[in-house]
């Protein structure tokens, strides 16, 4: 004799969905509508440094000039994290000294005690604190860190046990300035180089970026980016802009030459205004 089971209940309540951090969304510069994440070996590179440097533990460096996607391609990789482990110490201030990476991770941890006074407390709350959680600290702009930035989170960092993972993400100077302190370098666990996208790159990456550029004649695509974008994705989208307005202007819905000299011709003109 068998007995039925009787149905388990469903429950109705949705799942609580992890918080999102405005922060931490990765955006297109100058806001470009349509525009689409492109999954490009930048970004892939950036993920990889990123996983690796949080499963070791370890502090790693993400470098190159601006406007290649570090920022952009670092976000986007953060989207899989916990947003309440991620410590984001991209400051407003130019030139941070140890005080303002205090305050802010202390801010960042939302630590329910009162700030300490002096450096010496303070140091020992952050050490008490920082282990607790796997914390991801994310220092963006780190080529605006001096020798003592970096040296203060270099001890915080080997003195937490378990430690934070630490990715400091900067232009070739910040991998100058880490470079020149044998204590810093010798801890570093990944440097990863990021470099402009090629000629080959540009043709593959550039019309799955944006509508507009979808058809669009290779050669022409070339003459933009070696007149002007030079592999640079912030570049790209000021083109891009321009090329959105350019179809309007002109009353036009293809991307020819004529368009695509007049779209030099505004970059290059907003470019010596603003220089």
């Known amino acids: 004799m068998t007995t039925a089971q ?3 209940k469903t429950s109705s309540t949705p799942k609580p969905q992890p918080r999102r951090r405005l922060d931490l969304v ?3 510069y100058l806001d470009l509508e349509d525009a689409e994440m492109v999954v490009t070996d930048t970004l892939v590179a950036i993920k990889d440094t990123i996983v690796e440097t949080v499963e070791a533990r370890a502090m790693s460096l993400i470098y190159g000039d601006p406007g290649l996607g570090k920022t952009f391609s670092t976000k986007a990789a953060l989207q899989e994290m916990d947003p309440d482990l991620v410590l984001t110490l991209d400051l407003a201030r130019s030139n941070p000294g140890p005080k303002d990476l205090r305050e802010e991770l202390f801010h960042q941890m939302h630590l329910k005690t009162k700030m300490p006074g002096t450096p010496t407390a303070f ?3 952050l050490r008490e604190a920082l282990p607790r959680r796997p914390y991801v600290i994310v ?3 780190a080529q605006q860190y001096n020798r003592v930035s970096f040296e203060f989170l270099r001890k915080l960092w080997d003195n937490c046990r378990p430690r934070p993972a630490i990715v400091f993400i900067g232009s ?3 991998y100058t300035t880490l470079q020149s302190d044998p204590a810093l370098a010798s801890r570093l666990y990944m440097r990863q180089e990021i470099l402009a996208m090629s000629e080959d790159d540009v043709l593959t990456i550039i019309p799955e970026s944006h509508p507009v550029w979808r058809g669009v004649e290779a050669g022409l ?3 933009l980016d070696g007149d002007f974008a030079q592999g640079s994705f912030r570049e790209w989208a000021k083109a891009t802009r321009f090329a959105v307005k350019g179809l ?3 009353k036009t819905d293809q991307v020819d030459r004529a368009l695509i000299d007049w779209v030099l011709s505004q970059v290059v ?3 010596y205004a603003t220089a």
Do not use: G
Request: proline share 12%.
């Open 269 to 271: 003109r907003t470019d």
């Open 123 to 125: 140091d020992r709350l």
């Open 139 to 141: 220092a963006d702009e």
């Open 221 to 223: 695509l070339q003459h």
């Open 26 to 28: 990765p955006q297109f």
């Open 6 to 8: 009787r149905p388990r």
């Open 248 to 250: 309007k202007r002109f």
């Open 172 to 174: 070739p100077e910040a």
